[in-house]
């Protein structure tokens, strides 16, 4: 249809002896909701922290829009408009949600060498902050620490500063994890107004979040793609059954 | 970098309603800083200048310390080489004297003996080593942090242990305390107020900087880089650019104390002094605004009290301390202020 | 500068780097297995010096007094680490820092009470007092040659430990997992007071010989403690091979520098110039070593942990 706003290219990676990724390709396009999905061990991770940039590909190139990102750290590729979330929460836990989300603020608004003004009180970094918040169903928690949270709140304050970022691409690892039904499904109908506005390559192992949700599909197998398409595609796909769903 | 700070603390699981706690803060940091400035005021009336001196002391070690802090309590960089900056600003203090004095020229530059002049040249001298230093330093993280910037204060104590120039081993002494417009420095009381005023703004420049866009950046650094990263900051420039204003700070701290003791030896770039300016921030409580103030006080009244008693002082300096690292980690303000750190 | 100089300074830095060797290893090791920076570790070296001069004042034996003083730190290293080093494992190392900062001043200034500061003086066995004939016609003292043999049979017997003995095989597993040596059932507690009995034995070790070249007295362990620390980190921190090749690289660098630096720098300056910049880069120059390596490989040469 359209230029992809987010493209990978004939991307490897190993480690010693393990080949973690293995000439992958994959792009995202506006609009969409891509899904990677994958067994354990299947190499996700490290193909998400290639894209993310803390991991750099031995051979391949990742560009966002028309830009090779490829050599860029994890700090510029946020600058030129990757958001993400993380498996794992990285949040820092002593401090409230907002002062989490505010920081993406901050640094949307060019460099943080001010040195003067107090922040925690600028309208221009609570206003989006806030309202991240409150697109996350998040904004009764805005001062509690997130060391108070659970752990399916953190996916969400994740998300939130994800958001806050004005993101062109965001990459989701897993956000539903944790959540429970209620918490699913409300994110479930936040991604799907979400993707208007920002495509999302999301990794999910709901797999009924999956399949409700992308638009379409990769599957990644021992560091390989090996099947892409609709849902109603991998349904059917027997590599799928045999290396992913079979077992 | 080395997480520095529990994840999670009591006062973080308290919302806002932190009032109660601030004001007893308020009146704790309140009282430290009208003590120092009215014991040596007394001292003054009383005719006691010695204790006018050791007040200025506290002062100055008490800032020396301040600038550390930024760098381990509110950046989370174990520095263990700030003798550096303390003993470079001690330097330039004393190197411009004895130009001064003798009317020769250094690098081409005749010497100075305004304090504006040495202040101004120690802060941008200081500023520059600790750009380099913390450039190469910030590369690596943890226990090699720590080594690398004690092996980069070694080198400068054993430069200037062995250049003859300026006394070696020997130091180098300032015969005559350098001036002020204005002010009559070798009065005790005004240059005690002047220490005292460096304290009082390095405690406020480091309390408007924590508040700031880039204290918000550097808080994250510390807590989770990471999510810094993820932002869309790189800390590695947050980290560098408050290593720099740390050492400038210590290093202004170590231009007064020269003057102040009318002498400057590689003994100030020792690791000896690095350790006791890092003892001060945990004896006062790592990452508290006034920890340095109450660790300065806590420090040189027991090397003064204890060491009117004993020789050995140390042996009970290092069981204390080695009571608070143990046992009593909030520090003395943590014990007088109660409530945690802002974080 | 003759070869005979060069051969004799060659020598003097292969003796401090095995010196430097002892007092690393058990660094590194600490570091390694327990993950832990100790700063007291100078403290174990000045032990084994002054209690070696003791008893071998009043023994009149060298070798007895070199036993005692090895016992004395192995057994000091073990109360330290019964009464205060077991409680910092899973602390900052800033609290670490400090704690074992705090021990220094403990130990410095509990032996200067004691023993008052003038020095103590030990002296090497008569048996080694000679020297031997060095090609080119200098003579070198025999003691120094049997303290670099030392270092190599210790290096040797530390290898073959580790390699190849029980003990080493547990070191090894809490190096690369703390808690599954624990579930394996070994006694964990136990492993690190050995651990850090042995650390402070080698650290004896060093200080007992070193004493017999130079005067034992408070402090004397302070300058090799850094040194040390140089070692471990040019190595990479928890690596006994690091230690071993950073040990022997700041012993010949240091060495060689002090004496060849001064007469270089009087190729192109003058005599007087020469001699105060040459001291004062020769003074400088492991730390200038530690700090370009650090740029190139943040984690030393060696990297064995983060």
Known sequence: MCEPVLSMTGLHKRFGALQATQDVSLDLRAGEIHALIGPNGAGKSTLIAQIAGSLRPDAGQIHLGARDITALGVARRARLGLGRSFQVSCLAEPLSVLRNVMIGAQALQGHSFRFWRPAASDPSLLAPAHAALERMHLAHHADTPVAALSHGERRQVEVACALVLEPRVLLLDEPMAGLGPEGSARLTELLETLKEEVPILLIEHDMDAVFRLADRISVLVAGSIIAHGDGEAIRRDPRVRDAYLGD | MTRLHPTTNPAAQRP?????????????????????LLAPVAAHLLGEVFYINLASRIALVAMAAVGLNLAIGFGG???????????????????????????????GLPGSNDMLVIWLSAVLLCGLLALVI??????????????????????????????????????????????????????????FLVCFTGLVLSLALTSRLMKSRFGAALTM??????????????????????????????????????????????????????????????????????????????????????????????????????????????????????????? | ?????????????????????????????????????????????????????????????????LAAGVLAAAAAGAIVELLVIRRLYRRQHLDQVLATFALILIFSEG?????GSAPLWLSPPEALSGSVALPGGSRYPVYRLVIIAVGVVVAAGLYLLIAHTRLGMRIRAGESDREMIGALGVNIRRLYTLVFALGAALAGLAGSLVGALQSVQVGMGEPVLILAFVVIVIGGIGSIKGALLGALLVGLVDTLGRVFLPALFGQFMAPSDAAGAGTALAAMLIYILMAVILAFKPKGLFAAHD
């Open chain 2, 16 to 36: 806002s309603g932190t009032g109660r706690w601030l004001d007893r803060q308020r009146l704790v940091h309140g009282t430290l800083l009208a003590l120092m």
């Open chain 2, 77 to 107: 960089m174990v520095s263990f080489g700030h003798a550096a900056y303390f003993g470079l600003g001690g330097y330039v203090s004393g190197i411009s004297a004895y130009h001064a004095f003798d009317g020769s020229l250094v690098m």
């Open chain 2, 134 to 191: 913390g450039a190469i330093s910030l590369r690596t993280t943890g226990v090699y942090f720590i080594m690398i910037t004690l092996a980069f204060a070694q080198m400068a104590y054993y430069f200037a242990n062995s250049w003859p120039d300026y006394g070696g081993e020997d130091g180098l002494p300032i015969y005559l305390r350098n001036t002020l417009p204005g002010l009559d420095t070798n009065h005790a009381l005004s240059f």
């Open chain 2, 221 to 343: 650094a510390r807590l989770n880089e990471t999510r810094l990263a993820t932002a869309g900051i790189s800390p590695f420039p947050i980290r560098l650019v408050a290593f720099v204003i740390s050492a400038m700070i210590t290093g202004l701290a170590g231009a007064l104390y020269a003057d102040l003791n009318g002498f400057v030896s590689p003994s100030m770039l020792s690791w000896h002094l690095s350790g006791e300016l890092m003892v001060i921030v945990i004896l006062g409580g790592v990452g508290r605004l006034y920890g340095p103030l109450a660790g300065a006080i806590l420090f040189v009244m027991m090397e003064t009290l204890l060491g009117g008693l004993t020789e050995y002082w140390q042996f009970f300096l290092g069981l204390v301390l080695l009571g608070v690292v143990l046992f009593a980690r909030q520090g003395v303000i943590g014990w007088l202020a109660g409530s945690e750190r802002h974080v």
């Open chain 3, 1 to 65: 500068m003759s070869v005979t100089l060069l051969i004799e300074q060659l020598i003097n830095g292969l003796q401090l780097g095995t010196m430097l060797f002892l007092m690393a290893s058990g660094l590194t090791l600490v570091f390694g297995v327990m993950g832990l920076i100790n700063l007291a570790h100078g403290s174990f070296y000045m032990v084994g010096a002054y209690v070696t001069a003791l008893a071998t004042a009043s023994t009149g034996s060298f070798l007895l007094g």
């Open chain 3, 111 to 115: 032996t200067r009470w004691l023993f």
